[in-house]
């Protein structure tokens, strides 16, 4: 599947680095989303935009900036990161609002050392 | 807050064996929906089930959304290899605008 592209697909950092993770969707839709995934943990939801408009901070560390210069591409910047940051990122998008079908991408996989 | 549990957290089979998995909401939900992730892999998605009671099938899943519309469950007949994998419910709560994913279920078919 390539409707939902993200680069890099591994990373690894240290804590001063400062990095961003892209998303790029080939779907035409609306709405994207960013999900960290930990291990033995349940998918978190970080951010959402609707129409590049963020609609959702899940009490998400500053650390973590996200940006969405058009509907198609997401961008998650990091920088000053912790160990137990380090997890698999998951790009996501919808073709409208909360009750549409996801569409994932590969995910980032992110070491911080 | 909200919470979406899903039991077993594990679950290892006899290829040929049936396996179940169950989703829990604290609260009501508008839908829910399910999704696999292969080792590896992403989340894809399966299903959405919306009404009360719904209850749907693809080949050998089934899917169930229970009368009051707080859990949900996954039917896999007669396992495979291929089913290996973590499966998530997902559940959209009314007036919000976000899916909460469940703990997962991760699923291995011993040949």
């Known amino acids: 599947e390539t409707g939902v592209t993200q680069t890099p697909r591994h990373l690894v950092m240290g804590m001063t680095n400062k990095k961003s993770l892209k998303c790029e969707q080939h779907?035409?839709?609306?709405?994207m989303y960013w999900y960290k995934q930990s291990a033995k943990k349940p998918l978190e939801l970080m951010f959402v935009?609707?129409?590049?408009?963020?609609?959702e901070n899940n009490s998400v560390p500053s650390r973590f900036s996200p940006e969405c210069p058009n509907s198609s591409h997401l961008f998650l910047h990091l920088h000053t990161l912790q160990p137990e940051d380090s997890a698999l990122y998951l790009c996501?998008?919808?073709?409208?609002?909360?009750?549409?079908?996801?569409?994932f991408g590969p995910g980032t996989r992110l070491l911080v050392l | 807050g909200q919470q979406v549990m899903q039991i077993p957290q594990y679950q290892h089979v006899q290829e040929g064996e049936d396996f179940t998995t169950y989703c829990n909401s604290s609260?009501?939900?508008?839908?829910i929906q399910w999704y696999k992730q292969r080792p590896g892999g992403h989340p894809v998605f399966l299903i959405q089930?919306?009404?009360?009671?719904e209850v749907k099938k693809q080949k050998r899943l089934t899917f169930q959304f229970g009368e009051a519309k707080k859990n949900s469950s996954l039917h896999i007949t007669a396992t495979q290899t291929t089913d290996v994998g973590t499966y998530f419910c997902?559940?959209?709560?009314?007036?919000?605008?976000?899916?909460?994913f469940g703990t997962g279920t991760r699923l291995k078919v011993l040949a």
């Open positions: 996501a998008s919808s073709q409208g609002g909360a009750s549409e079908t996801q569409y």
């Open positions: 089930l919306v009404k009360s009671g």
């Open positions: 997902a559940g959209l709560t009314s007036g919000t605008y976000k899916y909460i």
């Open positions: 609260t009501t939900l508008s839908n």
């Open positions: 779907l035409g839709h609306n709405a």
């Open positions: 935009y609707n129409f590049k408009e963020q609609t």
